[in-house]
């Protein structure tokens, strides 16, 4: 397997624990600096930004401080929806980070906080509410978001008002067909269904009304302090046709249940116990299932482990592990899949795994911890890092090279509504081997080149055309395709129209 390239890399004030969502060649994704950014996936240019709030920091300073966006967000149609630091959900332009709508889902200054990651089904969003860090508990719960009319809101809350706890710092899993919902909890302590006391739980609700049609309490042993379930559920089937959900507790142990009913199917010891998952035990990092197999990623194996870190692979119908993988960084964030290969974040850098043996593939050399997961996407690999970097990575084997080379690889215009157009951008088009004919296509009537074919090199003079357009943003690509086969380039192009200035009166 050859090595990954760095791409490009976008540096941020504070951490970053979001997951980059990736849309259209433009990555999404929040800091704990309170901005929501959208980046040109292929340049690592910044499009907009816009402030999204930051939690304030408990007055106990032994708390954890105040941080900005953990949420991962989604994308639909021209709007991206993402939890802000401040315990609101926001609806922003997805071309121009505009502000659509604002929606308060709990008190940030008492505390709490939206850990959770948007979940769109059913032209709805769903996502949990959850405390900062404990400290102090807030009551926890599920809003269901209708996006038709997202000033009303639905909550569940997961323990009675006036209480505090049983959280839900995870991402709610869907079960479209069967129109339910599942979140865990943490929070355990009490654990009483009568009372509606849903700390550190499975649950299943109805995805329209919210009502709990169902639940697995996390066994708690005496003495236990602070064992929850850590990790979002995983719903997947196996080749045999049976339902399940998967979930992984701070207790070190993945439960499988049975679907619908959450009635315990078996359980697998992934890593030592512990209360602080972050410190190499315990798992918060979601199942991963690529139709087959369960992957996990967890803490230390067990107490003689000389690694901090661990990713399983086991087969969901005879519950045998497969292989396991000592890592060097403890896996606090989800696994990805992609055909053949298993991409682990792990506190000490990124590592790629051979999927059927749990062999080390490549590393990144140890560089900088990740607390996410890794978003995999047009031939290449997005991460966020805790020293604050947004960043791509090249995948090896990513789809044939192309012979072209496009510099720079994106590009970004601006004009005002009824004014001149932008003066026209170049593209430098090279090959590995001159000459090359290449073609220039474009999917947006406002977007033009200066020519059709041509030969390598090249300096390729982009035009966008303004008249007739409405303020707002505008995206495009021009696709360059090289006459002798390979694959195409795709250059995005982005186009921002502001409105004309009134004149004053």
Known sequence: MRALKPAWVFPTHLAVSAIPTVVDGVVYVGAWDGNFYSIDAATGNVLWQTFVGMAPSPPDTTCMPGIGVSSQSVVSGDTVYVGGGDSAVYALNRLTGETRWRLPLADPQA????WSSMMLSGNALYVGIASLGDCPLVQGGLARIPLDDPTHPLIRYTVPDGSAGASIWSTPAIDEQAGLVYVTTGNADSQDAGAGVWGSALLVMDAATLEIRGYFFLPIAPGDADVDFGSSPTLFQTPNGRQFVAANGKDGMMYVLTRPRLSLAWK???????????LGCGSVSTPAFDGRTLFSGAGQSDLTASDPGSVYAINPVTQKQLWMYTARGIVVGPVTLTPGL????????????????????????DTIGLYSQVAAANGALYCTYV????AAWGIPGG??????????????????????APAPQTISVSSQADPQT?????????????SATADTPF?????????GLAP?????????????????????????????????R
């Not at 697998?268 to 972050?278: N, Q, W």
């Not at 020293?387 to 947004?390: A, H, K, L, P, V």
């Open 111 to 114: 505390g709490a906080y939206l």
């Open 268 to 278: 697998f010891k992934l890593a030592i116990d512990c209360i602080s998952p972050e």
């Open 342 to 365: 298993v991409i682990v974040p792990t506190t000490k850098g990124l590592v790629i795994l051979d999927a059927g043996s749990g062999a080390e593939l490549w590393n990144d050399s």
């Open 387 to 390: 020293n604050g970097d947004i």
């Open 399 to 420: 789809g044939a090279d192309s012979v072209l080379t496009a510099t720079p690889g994106g590009l970004s215009f601006e004009g005002v509504s009824g004014g001149r």
């Open 438 to 450: 290449f073609t220039v296509s474009s999917d947006s009537a406002w977007l033009t080149a200066g």
């Open 459 to 467: 300096a390729l003079s982009v035009v966008v055309e303004i008249a």
């Open 472 to 504: 707002g943003g505008y995206r495009g690509n021009l696709t360059l395709t090289p006459s002798s086969g390979g694959r195409p380039i795709v250059v995005p192009v982005s186009l921002r129209v502001t409105p004309a200035a009134r004149p004053d």
